[in-house]
Each structure stands twice: as structure tokens, then as C-alpha cells.
């Protein structure tokens, strides 16, 4: 079973930043597509970022364009999420994924991805 391993979370005023990191010891997932995803409490899981697997092409979530950045770095095997101007409505457990589909763009869906960590939780107080 393929485990991805989030990292970087935790507790941040507003306005702060955070950075989030993705890896998956044991398994490259170079050649796929990746995304992070969110969800607050009684709420659904969000889509928040996605890149394609050459790190070309990338997708913000409305709410976080223009604040947020997903990169990857594939010759380190890892994916990260920097999170600048932090909100309140930003706090959520966050989860990294692994895409469906080798080669392939960045995926908006929560069904086009395949393999998903355990998450990282994010708080961000007023």
C-alpha cells in the first residue's frame, strides 16, 4: 500500500504563512500527477491545488489563487504547498494525492486521484 506523508502543519496567526510538504517513501510519483486537497470541520474535502506531473501546468482553487503556490520537486520525489496571507477560513486537515493517470495534467477531482496521506492539520487563529 502506497503511503503518502504530509508535513509542515500547524498553528499560524493570521496573515502568516506555511509551507506543507508531500513524500512517499518507497515509491516515486514523478510521473504523476499531484494535488492537495482540504477539509474543515463539517465540511466536505475541497480540492485546494494540483499540478501536472512535469510541474508545468498548475490549478488553484478560487479561494487561495493568488496566495498559495503547489510545486514539486521530482528528482527529490517530494511535493510542497506554500501558503502565504493566511485566513481563518484557510484552518482545515490538508491532504496530499497522488494522481490517476501517468503523465497526465493536474486533476481537479477528488476521484482522479488514487493514493492519499493521512493529512496535516493547518490551524489558523483570528
Known amino acids: 500500500q502506497v503511503q503518502l506523508a504530509e508535513s509542515g502543519g500547524g498553528l499560524v496567526q493570521t496573515g502568516g504563512s506555511l509551507r506543507l510538504s508531500c513524500a512517499a517513501p518507497?515509491?516515486?510519483?514523478?510521473?504523476?500527477?499531484m494535488g492537495w486537497f482540504r477539509q474543515a470541520p463539517g465540511k466536505e474535502r475541497e480540492f485546494v491545488a494540483g499540478?501536472?506531473?512535469?510541474?508545468?501546468?498548475?490549478a488553484y482553487a478560487d479561494s487561495v489563487k493568488g496566495r498559495f503556490t503547489i510545486s514539486r520537486n521530482n528528482a527529490k520525489n517530494t511535493v510542497s504547498l506554500q501558503m502565504n496571507s493566511l485566513k481563518p477560513e484557510d484552518t482545515a486537515v490538508y491532504y496530499c494525492?497522488?494522481?490517476?493517470?501517468?503523465?497526465?495534467?493536474?486533476?481537479?477531482?477528488?476521484?482522479?486521484?488514487?493514493?492519499w496521506g493521512q493529512g496535516t492539520q493547518v490551524t489558523v487563529s483570528s
Open positions: 494525492a497522488s494522481g490517476r493517470t501517468p503523465w497526465g495534467d493536474y486533476a481537479l477531482m477528488s476521484d482522479d486521484y488514487v493514493y
Open positions: 499540478i501536472s506531473w512535469s510541474g508545468g501546468s498548475t
Open positions: 518507497g515509491r516515486t510519483f514523478s510521473n504523476y500527477p
